[in-house]
């Protein structure tokens, strides 16, 4: 029968089908079994992790948040002391006059700051002295039998870092710094009594003249309770976004606490977990999952009842993974079933195996060719499963080809990797926008502690510069004595020697000591040498009274200023930026009335305009043109207006610049030179703290004028 070529071939090719077909499908199968449960198991914790990096982040998120609260708290104290120390200045001022006593001076001080009180009541003001080792309390609004008493109770020995007595520790702060914060734990009054103690954060600061501590203090736990609402509110979306993940057929995500407690769960929030035990060990389920935290794979096996079918049967295979997130003292784990991983598996082999019975049925060809179809998918698809589990998954595509199956398996895993990508994406956003922050937040404090460096350093120029200023007017006076003097000897030995009274031997001594001196020469330079000592000495003085004047920190409330006083001492301040750069003209109105203003914010306002139209002159002229360009300020009066009008002849700006340059980090400089902030500041503080206008003419190529109008009223 099988005698013949043909049907030998066509034997053989039988053969060679069937078994290259039941090998195939029998390595297929395990391979594919094999893949499938990598790929079930990677999902499960790559979801797991992308879960922990939302946690992450939302935890960034939540330090930021807290981080501003207690900023705002901390300006919140800082501004009560300050007012408060005005109060005392007034008093202080009105004792140094002699208007009032210094006991009386005191005692008003005293009675005005014991009236002050802010956040519904609660907040107040105190006043203790600096005596050592423990201060006496000088007032005290809401405990008056602590006034004039030595504060060394135990009561008081409650700061939070070491548990030393609080105001001890208040006087150290303001000894070492002048002023400063401390935290310290005490009962906060409520409609009810007092609490328990909570925590409290203080500012004080020393008022030297008096040897007086003024301090203030609020409470925080509204900051923790805010904190513990975004911790609810985190919780919250988790249990949304785990609501939407599948795994599996029947696998969840969830969410528990280092106390063992459920947090997120379909159906176990709220249950008590002493009396969950793990069939596997006999010990409590969640110990298990929390020691499987320390394992290298981060994960559980054991057996578990599969509700609603089989409840109370703990016979099925299950796994889950856990990652820990310390800050939070949170697990964030995955959970599947061994049995629902190798469902697929176990379906595509059999699809395969029918598949080929098919096709070698119909012909070896086609067999052959279905078979390689089948398996190529596959493959490919085991090699992305690969690639994903064990290269940067960031970097890696699924393939979609093959079967319905593999094609949407293949895309599921594609649009997994992509939510996994847009995570790591928003969380490095979030991670440059928070490093943008904080460089912006150090220039600021930066900028502030230079200007009172500035101020500090103009005060200790200004007292050596008054004395070589009163010492060269000396120096001239005398020199026009000893020239007086020492003319009038000249003549008076010139005479007695032509009379014959001076000896000869005498007289041609003094005539070389004369000649040698070189008296005409220091006749003619010493007077201008002084006259040029003077010029230099005032032309100090004027600048360090700019920059006092420029770097004062103003009273925060308008008051009437000379505006041409401001704009002279910007002008001196910006010396360094404009002068080998451009010719400064000022056309002030010596008529202009005071003006009422923010003084210290308007002149700020200013000199970012100033240095704005030295930038744009430097960006008009190349770097071999040596001319200078021209900035000229001009004020006047308008009705009910004071005009201020800065022009420059720099480059101008084009109309669609022109309706932008007000907006925030608008620049056209080049990146690294401008920060956009210098107009929207200036715009601000013109138009929205002084109710005033700005308004802009510009001509491309000629230069720019900015019109601002104060009112006076």
Not at 178 to 186: H, P, Q
Not at 239 to 268: A, C, T, V, W
Not at 485 to 504: F, P, R, S, Y
Request: hydrophobic residues 40%.
């Amino acid at each position: 029968m099988f005698s013949s070529l043909q049907s030998r071939i066509l034997l053989g090719l039988a053969a060679m089908v069937f078994i290259s077909t039941f090998l195939m499908t029998t390595l297929v199968k395990k391979e594919t079994m094999k893949q499938v449960a990598l790929l079930q198991n990677s999902s499960a914790k790559n979801l797991v992790a992308t879960a922990l990096l939302n946690v992450e982040s939302q935890y960034n998120s939540l330090q930021d948040h807290r981080e501003a609260l207690l900023y705002l708290k901390k300006q919140e104290l800082k501004n009560i002391v300050d007012l408060a120390w005005r109060v005392i200045e007034k008093y202080h001022a009105a004792s140094e006059d002699g208007s009032l006593s210094l006991q009386e001076a005191q005692r008003q001080a005293i009675d005005d700051i014991r009236r002050m009180r802010y956040g519904n009541g609660i907040g107040y003001v105190w006043i203790n002295d600096t005596t050592k080792p423990f201060p006496r309390m000088i007032m005290h609004p809401t405990v008056p039998e602590l006034d004039d008493c030595i504060l060394d109770s135990e009561s008081f020995n409650c700061a939070r870092n070491n548990g030393e007595n609080l105001f001890a520790v208040a006087a150290e702060v303001v000894r070492a710094k002048g002023a400063g914060y401390f935290d310290y734990d005490w009962p906060k009054p409520t409609e009810n009594g007092l609490t328990e103690k909570q925590a409290k954060l203080s500012y004080v600061s020393l008022f030297e003249p008096w040897g007086w501590i003024v301090g203030t203090g609020v409470y925080i736990d509204d900051i923790e309770r805010e904190v513990d609402r975004c911790k609810k509110n985190i919780i919250e979306e988790l249990r949304r976004s785990f609501s939407r993940i599948s795994i599996g057929k029947s696998g969840y995500m969830y969410l528990f606490n280092g106390d063992q407690e459920m947090l997120i769960h379909p159906n176990l929030v709220g249950a008590d977990f002493s009396k969950l035990m793990n069939p596997s060990t006999g010990h409590p389920i969640l110990g298990d999952l929390i020691k499987a935290v320390q394992t290298p794979g981060q994960q559980l096996e054991y057996v578990w009842e599969k509700p609603p079918l089989h409840k109370g049967e703990y016979r099925f295979r299950k796994k889950s993974y856990i990652f820990y997130f310390k800050p939070l003292d949170w697990y964030i784990a995955s959970s599947v079933y061994a049995d629902e991983i190798e469902a697929p598996a176990r379906w595509i082999a059999q699809y395969i195996l029918f598949l080929s019975l098919v096709i070698l049925m119909i012909s070896f060809v086609v067999s052959l060719w279905l078979a390689r179809n089948l398996s190529k998918p596959l493959h490919l698809l085991s090699l992305a499963a690969q690639k994903v589990g064990y290269d940067n998954f960031t970097a890696s595509t699924v393939p979609i080809t093959g079967t319905v199956e593999t094609r949407r398996l293949g895309m599921i895993l594609n649009e997994m990797l992509a939510r996994i990508k847009e995570a790591s994406q928003s969380r490095e956003s979030l991670f440059q926008e928070k490093l943008e922050l904080e460089s912006k937040l150090f220039s600021a404090r930066k900028l502030e502690a230079v200007g009172q460096l500035a101020a500090g350093i103009a005060h200790e120029i200004n007292t050596p510069a008054q004395y070589v200023n009163s010492n060269l007017g000396f120096l001239s006076d005398a020199l026009d004595d000893i020239e007086r003097l020492l003319t009038t000897l000249w003549t008076l030995l010139v005479q007695a020697h032509e009379q014959g009274i001076l000896d000869e031997k005498l007289f041609q001594e003094l005539e070389a000591a004369y000649t040698t001196a070189e008296w005409q020469f220091l006749q003619e330079e010493m007077a201008p040498a002084l006259a040029q000592s003077e010029e230099g000495i005032r032309r100090i003085t004027s600048i360090v009274s700019a920059m006092k004047n420029f770097s004062h920190p103003g009273s925060g409330k308008r008051e009437l200023a000379d505006i041409n006083s401001g704009i002279e001492s910007t002008v001196t301040i910006a010396r360094n930026e404009w002068k080998y750069k451009a010719e400064m003209e000022l056309l002030l109105d010596e008529k202009l009335p005071p003006v009422p203003c923010y003084y210290d914010e308007l002149n700020q306002a200013l000199l970012n305009m100033i240095i704005n139209s030295v930038h744009a002159i430097e960006e008009s002229h190349t770097k071999d043109d040596q001319t200078k360009g021209k900035i000229t300020i001009q004020t006047a009066r308008q009705g009910e207006w004071v005009e201020i009008r800065l022009s420059d002849t720099g480059s101008g700006m084009p109309d669609e610049v022109v309706d932008k340059i007000f907006d925030p980090f608008y620049t056209t400089k080049e990146q690294g030179k401008g920060t956009g902030q210098g107009l929207t500041i200036a715009h601000d503080v013109i138009v929205n703290k002084h109710q005033g206008t700005i308004a802009v003419n510009t001509e491309p190529g000629k230069g720019t004028t900015f019109v601002i109008r104060l009112p006076l009223n």
